[in-house]
């Protein structure tokens, strides 16, 4: 099955700096690839997301970026703010054949120093 | 807004017990999940339904099982709660696209 690999685990930064999070995937099958951001106490919601037929997106501060020849995408977050500290997940799906099911990343935790 | 609900934030359970934890969508979405979220491993999945009466097997299914008899709920079943089934239960809901769930906010187990 799919595989999702995360990196860091950890990651602390001076606000108003960019944070960048890491993920590859195993299947070339995947094709849409969430970000999710768990705040404390709370189940994660998604933030921005890409389809492999998009190179880049763009949101505000976020972006994602998607290379399916090296089957790796990254969050950029621009000019951080303390209310970006949180857990950040990857994920990756390939859609209807593996029922919409998302294989997740095992999370990165960002602290904004204030 | 659109929401999903799990019916206990916190759960203390003993045992040996049979523990039902329940999920409400009111979407209408086709495709339900339950995961479960324990530190360094992520998120993983356990059973996923994408019709009534339909359910499949995830990645750990192991030591539990799952009803949804109507669209919008989907029950998780610890048929006989073990201590290595204390996590943290995440409930997702998606239309049947290759679109991002939604979440609830958690059920935090804890088998004593």
């Known amino acids: 099955g799919e595989n999702v690999e995360q990196h860091p685990s950890t990651l602390s930064v001076q606000e108003g700096d960019s944070a960048v999070i890491k993920c590859t995937y195993s299947d070339s099958a995947s094709n849409y690839f969430p970000w999710y951001k768990q705040e404390l106490g709370k189940g994660p919601q998604l933030i921005i997301d890409i389809r492999s037929n998009v190179g880049e997106k763009k949101d505000q501060r976020i972006a994602v970026t998607l290379n399916k020849t090296a089957k790796h995408f990254s969050l950029h977050i621009t000019e951080t703010q303390p209310e970006d500290s949180a857990v950040y997940f990857c994920?990756?799906?390939?859609?209807?054949?593996?029922?919409?099911?998302?294989?997740f990343g095992t999370g990165t935790r960002l602290a904004v120093r204030p | 807004d659109v929401k999903v609900t799990q019916s206990s934030r916190y759960l203390v359970k003993r045992t040996g017990e049979k523990v039902f934890l329940e999920c409400v969508q009111d979407?209408?979405?086709?495709?339900m999940f339950w995961y479960r979220q324990d530190p360094g491993l992520g998120l993983r999945l356990i059973y996923f339904s994408y019709d009534v009466k339909m359910k499949e097997k995830g990645d750990i299914p192991e030591g539990y099982s799952v009803s949804r008899e109507k669209k919008e709920r989907f029950s998780l079943i610890l048929e006989s709660a073990s201590t290595n089934q204390t996590s943290m239960y995440l409930c997702?809901?998606?239309?049947?696209?290759?679109?991002?769930?939604?979440f609830g906010s958690g059920t935090r187990l804890t088998v004593v």
């Open positions: 994920a990756a799906s390939k859609g209807k054949s593996s029922g919409d099911k998302l294989t």
């Open positions: 979407m209408d979405h086709e495709n």
């Open positions: 997702a809901s998606n239309p049947g696209r290759p679109y991002g769930y939604t």
